[in-house]
Nanobody
């Protein structure tokens, strides 16, 4: 079974930056499409960034041009560089495979990102 441990969240002012990390085990990030999801209060979890096998990336329109997803394959870690943060980016951020059922139906604890105006 995969395990995913997210870190790097925090409180930041609008316009600031954060870098999230996701240490994966039980699933190889270089052999699976991986993504960053987020869930804001009262909203459904949404996929905001995806990195495909081979390294191509896709982003939700809401974060395009501001967020960058990447992997460190030797470390089996997925990153999300978040720039120009907005209050609407406030959410709990999770990483997982895409689809999330790859490697098992598990989610990590997530990491809270709060952007103040």
């Amino acid at each position: 079974q995969k395990q995913l441990v997210e870190s790097g969240g925090g409180l930041v002012q609008a316009g600031g930056s954060l870098r999230l990390s996701c240490a994966a085990s039980g699933i190889l990030v270089m052999l699976n499409p991986m993504g960053w999801y987020r869930q804001a209060p009262g909203k459904q979890r949404e996929l905001v960034a995806r990195i495909n096998i081979g390294g191509s990336t896709n982003y939700a329109d809401s974060v395009k041009g501001r967020f960058i997803i990447s992997t460190d394959n030797p470390k089996n870690t997925v990153y999300l560089q978040m720039n120009s943060l907005k209050p609407d980016d406030t959410a709990v951020y999770y990483c997982n495979a895409v689809p999330e059922t790859l490697g098992g139906r598990m989610w990590g604890q997530g990491t809270q990102v709060t952007v103040s105006s």
